[in-house]
């Protein structure tokens, strides 16, 4: 069920892009509500379904409707791409998002909350004094920091100084290391360490910068949870002249001299000179790399020590736990929609790395005690095996265990790029739009 889900979002994306871009689309469904596998589970008794728990759910649940858990859930950065391209695309006018509380790390066996303002900086137990300094010193470097002009370098070449050196340059120790790297840089493992520094900057402005637009965290939610958003895509789609059919069994698709030429469904053949799907339609075309697990927890109350937020993020940097890769908690809560009053819905997850994935994610689940419900699923990880140039069948990743939407949009621009030759750029396809429709 979980693989469905963010291809449909890719699915959404993209089709409302290339709406816009003026070419005629199809967007084809199996499923006969928007969101494919569904983006998010309404009524919680489906839920229970779905993960073959004996139901009905008990009545301390809250009413069955007022639920809408995300399989997936990731946070929106406010100044990230997704945001960028729902604004580009209007489709923010269908959708109504609210800041995430916070954004918590987790060092020594306790959560600390990431500070977002400078005041929070010098009053963070995260650090002490000397540090706190040094800290700030590479905060302003960073944001003064502007790849066209090397006045603002100080002796560092952004394409060829590693991250590891800049971390030195300005004496800073492992745990504010962990912390950059991982809470504000958001790595799921140290590689980022021996690569040029250039995206890892850009990714702490992109951090600081979203953090600036609101202030608590640099994170947003839709209210009534992500399902929200390929409803607002296929809207999008349809305004441009695009066609959208639900309930639409997939049969075959059909490849003539190694080229796809049309899909079959319900005996009609609809004819198309480019596909875009994701790997469930396509077993024999994509590998497996790994497997994510997550677990979506109910709770009756906010995490502890989190200063009872009614949504936030915890990050579980991989060396405070002896990993490889971060592991991830997402809440949320009445407060966007998604629960019944008074519960929270946590999600945990991360890269499996051993034979017993569950117990990989017990750090993560202490910090959520006590949990009245676990629901619990590994999926796995898939890739195209090709990039889709001679089929033109290009094919999406299924999610990682990031919990916020950078990796997806690097995904769409990746197969944007496959399909049209061409870099995606924003400002290029609002001329484009303004070409085709005149100016708003």
């Given at each position: 069920p979980w693989e469905k889900y963010n291809a449909v979002i890719i699915e959404c994306i993209l089709s409302g892009i290339m709406s816009v871009n003026g070419k005629k689309v199809l967007h084809m469904d199996q499923n006969p509500y928007y969101g494919g596998e569904s983006a998010s589970i309404t009524p919680l008794e489906d839920?229970?379904?779905?993960?073959?728990l004996p139901g009905p759910p008990p009545a301390s649940m809250g009413r069955g409707r007022d639920w809408n858990v995300d399989l997936i859930p990731k946070f929106l950065m406010a100044n990230g791409q997704l945001v960028k391209m729902l604004l580009y695309t209007e489709v923010t006018r269908y959708l109504d998002f609210k800041v995430i509380e916070g954004s918590f790390v987790y060092k020594?066996?306790?959560?600390?909350?990431?500070p977002s303002t400078e005041a929070e900086a010098l009053a963070s137990s995260l650090m002490g004094l000397f540090e706190k300094r040094r800290f700030r010193k590479f905060l302003v470097y960073i944001a003064n920091f502007d790849e066209k002009d090397t006045r603002t370098f100080e002796g560092i070449d952004p394409k060829k100084t590693t991250m590891r050196d800049v971390y030195k340059k300005f004496d800073l120790g492992q745990d504010v290391i962990d912390f950059t790297?991982?809470?504000?840089?958001?790595?799921?493992?140290?590689?980022?360490?021996?690569?040029?520094c250039c995206e890892t900057i850009n990714r702490i402005?992109?951090?600081?910068?979203?953090?600036?637009?609101y202030g608590k965290s640099p994170y947003l939610y839709p209210l009534y949870g992500l399902g929200e958003l390929p409803q607002g895509f296929a809207r999008l789609s349809a305004i441009y002249g695009g066609t959208y059919m639900l309930n639409k069994p997939i049969e075959e698709i059909i490849v003539?001299?190694?080229?796809?030429?049309?899909v079959k469904s319900e005996g009609e053949i609809a004819r198309c000179k480019q596909l875009i799907c994701d790997p469930s339609y396509v077993k024999d075309r994509v590998e497996k790399v790994g497997q994510v697990i997550r677990v979506i927890c109910v709770l009756s109350h906010p995490i502890k020590n989190t200063n009872d937020a009614n949504s936030c993020q915890i990050i579980i940097p991989q060396n405070q736990v002896n990993r490889k890769s971060d592991i991830y908690v997402c809440m949320i809560s009445s407060a966007h929609n998604v629960a019944a009053q008074g519960k929270y819905i946590a999600i945990v997850s991360t890269t499996v790395e051993t034979k017993e994935p569950e117990k990989e994610i017990r750090p993560a689940l202490e910090l959520l005690e006590p949990i009245e419900q676990k629901f619990v699923?590994?999926?796995d990880l898939l890739v195209?095996?090709?990039?889709?140039?001679?089929?033109?069948?290009f094919i999406s990743r299924t999610y990682d265990a990031t919990t916020h939407f950078e990796t997806t949009c690097d995904d769409i621009k990746n197969i944007y790029k496959r399909m049209t030759g061409s870099e995606f750029d924003f400002e290029e396809m609002k001329r484009k739009k303004n070409d085709i429709y005149g100016e708003d």
């Open positions: 839920l229970y379904k779905r993960f073959k020594g066996g306790k959560i600390y909350k990431v790297g991982h809470a504000l840089a958001l790595y799921r493992t140290d590689d980022y360490l021996d690569q040029p402005k992109l951090y600081s910068e979203s953090l600036a637009r003539q001299n190694g080229k796809v030429i049309g699923s590994i999926s195209p095996k090709d990039l889709g140039t001679e089929s033109q069948i």
